[in-house]
Structures are given as structure tokens and as C-alpha cells.
């Protein structure tokens, strides 16, 4: 079986950025299970070369494509339409070269309005598979209606990471919409019990942007937990390439904790765990997450977590062994929750946390979901 990746965005060739890993790993696990998957990414982009640059080649095991030029923001449907045009163009391309795939996998509905459109040109069976939270929060621009809509008519299959999420897409089509989750790499993520934690309690959060990930939320309660449990030292770690950071710099120095905030940008993998077994918990502050693969990845480390009543949190979190849950956009219900995660710390289980998220999201777990569902829809 050849199956060909379509993501809506992904990460730099050779750089450490968290967006899209998911993708790649995705392919390179459907590669370990005898299935010929391959991505291609299509990066028109205000970023772009003048010039169109093509590379093709095997990344960490997974034959990728990529295409790149620069190209204006798809601010009307003349700009919009000419993008689809070009990414469809590509995947013709990649065709002439690898032959044609048994099936495509969209990742979210940009990608899955070019497998729509590919439809006029080559009849390919295709995935529409959605992660992105403006479904959630029907922040979809006006202008990208058409898109959705034509990748709901055009799926063979629909999917969503989380319950929230199908319940949100199945309010938009007539079609059934399947719950297939993310996962995580269990070969990476585990407790390591011979890893010292920080000296101070430490308390690590992962991801951007800001607003979308509630961190001027998270800057608050962190300062009045300082204040409440003003005798234990402890600080704050954020994680990711954050391009408000100024902007949360300021807001750390009014609250008068900027000392206790350490700021780690991107990290590759194997170094997130590794941050993660060293940390006491992981808070996740967002305003709005479809799934939370930091959360899942915190607990497959062992790690407590204290996440906000998110659709992705709550389908993640089931029991009160594994942390505890704050409203949303609140911080004296964060810093609430925040407390009562310190006062029984010494409660929580590594091991009874891990063994919680192993069934459901660990790789080869979801990973047999996807081959089945591909098998199916092939058969």
C-alpha cells in the first residue's frame, strides 16, 4: 500500500519546530509497519524563494517532497484558487516520478481542499483528517467556506483527534465522522527513574502561540502560587520558539517573577522528555486545545498535569490520579488547581500515571487504528 501525507503546514527542513512532527511521524510509523508512506508539502508562502525550489529527499527514513515559492497571502478567491492549482500541480509531479498513491491523508482542510480538487484531475481516495482549533471555535475565515465544504464533499473518510472535535465536524456534515487520536512515541516518552528532578519545584509548559495557549494566563497564577506558597521555591519553564515573548517578558516583570521564568525555546524530542522527567508538572494553560499532545506526552513521562477544561484535556484526563483541571481563561481557578497539585504531589504515581495513556495514544495503538481504517477504506 502507497500512501501519500498532506499537511497543511510542517516544519523546516533541518529544524528543531514542534509544528508538523506529527506528520513525519505519522509517515515514518506507517514505514516501520511494511506501508509505503510518503509526504509532500507544498509551501507557498509570503517567505518563499522568487525562484520555485523543489527537494526530494529521504528525512529520518521518510521520502519526502518539498516545494516552495514565494506567493502573496491568499486574501481572495482568485489567490486562493491559483494556490490550490499550483499545490495540485505538484502532487501531479510527484506522480510522474513515485506513481500514482492507493491513498492520500489530508491534514486539515486546506490540505484536504487540494485533495478535493485533485479530484478533477486523478480520482485518489483520500483522508480528510482535522486537528486545527479555528474548526473548534468557528474562527474559519469567510473566504475558506468553499474549502471546508469541498473537502467534506469530496472525503472518502473524515476524522477528528478528540470527541470535541468529531462533535464539532459532525455538526458540519452530513458525512460520519471518525475519532482516530494522536499519538505518542513511548520509546521517548517514559519515566526515567534514574532522572534527578530540578532542585526547585518546576513547573513546565509547552507551546504558542500566547493567547491561544492562555501563557498570560499561565503568567498570572504562576505569580499569586508564588505568593500563596510564598516557602517553596519554584519556577516556571516555557518551551517552544514563542513569538510573543516581549510581550510576556513585560507582563513577567510587572508580576515581578521574570527571575523565575526560564525560557528554553525549541527543543528536539528526546530533549523535551528529558526536560519533562526533570520537571515536578506539566501546566497546560489553553484557552482552547483540540487534542494536547504535550499533555499526553507529560503523562506518558509520569509527569502530574494541571490543564485547563479543554475538549482535548478532558478526552486526555479521565482520572484524578493523573493532575487536576482548571476552567478555562480563569487564572484563580488555574492557580487554584495549581495548589492542590503541589499539596499531594507526593500522591501521584509515575508509573500508574504512564500505564494511564498507553492504551489509547501510545503509537503502535493508533497507529493500527490508521492501517485498519486505510485497509477498509481500500477494500
Not at 268 to 292: C, D, I, W
Request: with cysteine.
Amino acid at each position: 500500500m502507497k500512501v501519500l501525507i498532506l499537511p497543511s503546514w510542517y516544519f523546516n527542513e533541518g529544524s528543531q519546530e514542534l509544528a508538523g512532527r506529527m506528520f513525519h511521524h505519522l509517515a515514518g510509523g506507517l514505514q516501520e509497519n511494511g506501508i509505503d508512506a510518503h509526504v509532500l508539502y507544498s509551501n507557498y508562502s509570503i517567505k518563499g524563494p522568487l525562484f520555485k525550489r523543489e527537494v526530494n529527499s529521504i528525512e529520518e527514513g521518510v521520502p519526502t517532497w518539498r516545494f516552495s515559492q514565494l506567493y502573496m497571502p491568499k486574501l481572495s478567491k482568485f489567490l486562493l484558487t491559483q494556490w490550490q492549482k499550483k499545490c495540485v500541480s505538484d502532487i501531479l509531479h510527484y506522480m510522474e516520478t513515485e506513481g500514482k498513491p492507493d491513498l492520500i491523508h489530508a491534514h486539515s482542510y486546506p490540505a484536504a481542499g487540494v485533495a478535493a480538487a485533485l479530484q478533477s484531475k486523478v480520482r485518489i481516495p483520500f483522508i480528510y483528517t482535522e486537528r486545527l482549533s479555528s474548526i473548534m471555535t468557528n474562527a474559519i475565515p469567510l473566504l475558506h467556506q468553499h474549502v471546508l465544504q469541498d473537502a467534506f464533499n469530496a472525503a472518502t473518510c473524515i476524522t477528528g483527534v478528540s470527541p470535541g472535535m468529531v462533535k464539532c465536524l459532525q455538526h458540519l456534515t452530513k458525512h460520519r465522522v471518525e475519532l482516530v487520536p494522536n499519538f505518542y512515541d513511548p520509546t521517548i516518552f517514559y519515566p526515567e527513574v534514574h532522572c534527578e528532578k530540578f532542585n526547585v519545584f518546576t513547573w513546565l509548559s509547552i507551546g504558542e502561540p500566547s493567547y491561544i495557549k492562555g501563557l498570560d494566563i499561565l503568567l498570572h497564577a504562576f505569580a499569586e502560587l508564588k505568593v500563596r506558597m510564598h516557602d517553596i521555591p519554584m519556577q516556571l519553564i516555557l518551551m517552544d520558539d514563542i513569538p510573543q515573548k516581549a510581550e510576556l517578558l513585560r507582563l513577567a516583570e510587572l508580576l515581578h517573577i521574570e527571575k523565575d521564568i526560564r525560557w528554553e525555546g525549541l527543543l528536539p524530542q528526546r530533549e523535551v522528555a528529558r526536560m519533562m522527567n526533570k520537571s515536578h508538572v506539566l501546566v497546560s494553560s489553553s484557552r482552547v486545545e483540540t487534542f494536547g499532545k504535550a499533555i499526553v506526552e507529560a503523562l506518558a513521562c509520569g509527569l502530574p498535569v494541571v490543564a485547563t477544561k479543554t475538549e482535548g484535556a478532558q478526552y486526555i484526563m479521565t482520572s484524578a490520579d493523573q493532575g487536576e483541571l482548571a476552567e478555562p481563561g480563569n487564572a484563580e481557578s488555574l492557580v487554584t488547581a495549581m495548589q492542590r497539585a503541589m499539596m499531594h504531589y507526593a500522591t501521584y504515581s509515575a508509573d500508574k500515571i504512564s500505564e494511564g495513556v498507553k492504551t489509547k495514544f501510545a503509537k503502535e495503538v493508533v497507529l493500527q487504528e490508521w492501517i485498519s481504517l486505510y485497509n477498509s477504506l481500500l477494500s
